[in-house]
């Protein structure tokens, strides 16, 4: 069975780099025309897609996104990552790992992480 | 980028009743919604996809429809583990989710 799992530090400085990494078990990263996403969700609020990216590196980005943000793979450690600079309070969110559940294009996601609360606050 | 307003915010219903949960799209998405319930503390769950696709294990209570900028997610009879928010996401042009619903207990 699919597991992702978040990391990464729940603490950043404003004007500092969120930086998250997802590690996925169960299935290889490699395994499939499938994109792995990042989500999150502020405290009491509700979803935004930050953006997917697939093994060979494609990806897509949500453009209406305020802070500039880098997703990226690691096929060899069947990771994927996530960098957001500049951030503020506002970037303040649970952050989630999934995986879409159909090949192609990003599009619905049927397998996702634990979330991982990042607290960005100096 | 495609706006997704639900409706009701909040909906207090008992169990054993039915469920209408709307999601309306700010432009046409043709059958590129779906639909997931997230529990507090918990990842969303995916219910429904492409407007009427049950997931792999899903109720047969859970039933998605519509088209365009109309969609409906109903639960034809809440049991008690189906109290939660509910949250629609279209992938049409880029991806975005809707605000959300609660349902509670009435």
């Known amino acids: 069975q699919l597991q992702l799992q978040e990391s990464g530090p729940g603490l950043v400085k404003p004007s500092e780099t969120l930086s998250l990494t997802c590690t996925v078990s169960?299935?290889?990263?490699?395994?499939?025309?499938?994109?792995w996403g990042w989500i999150r969700q502020p405290p009491g609020k509700g979803l935004e897609w930050i953006g997917s990216i697939i093994y060979s590196g494609g990806s897509y980005y949500n453009p209406s996104l305020k802070s500039p943000v880098t997703i990226s793979v690691d096929t060899s450690r069947n990771q994927f990552s996530l960098k957001l600079t500049s951030v503020t309070a506002a970037d303040t969110a649970v952050y989630y790992c999934a995986r879409d559940l159909l090949a192609g294009r990003p599009n619905w996601f049927d397998s996702w992480g634990q979330g991982s609360l990042v607290t960005v606050s100096s | 980028e495609i706006v997704l307003t639900q409706s009701p915010a909040t909906l207090s219903l008992s169990p054993g009743e039915r469920a209408t949960l709307s999601c309306r799209a700010s432009?046409?998405?043709?059958?590129?919604l779906a639909w997931y319930q997230q529990k507090p503390g918990q990842a969303p769950r995916l219910l429904i996809y492409?407007?009427?696709n049950r997931a792999a294990g899903i109720p047969a209570r859970f039933s998605g429809s519509g088209s365009g900028t109309d969609f409906t997610l109903t639960i034809s009879s809440l049991e008690p583990e189906d109290f939660a928010v509910y949250y629609c996401q279209q992938r049409h042009n880029s991806l975005t989710f809707g605000g959300g619903t609660k349902v509670e207990i009435k």
């Open positions: 169960g299935g290889s990263i490699s395994g499939g025309t499938y994109y």
């Open positions: 432009e046409n998405v043709n059958r590129y």
């Open positions: 492409d407007t009427s």
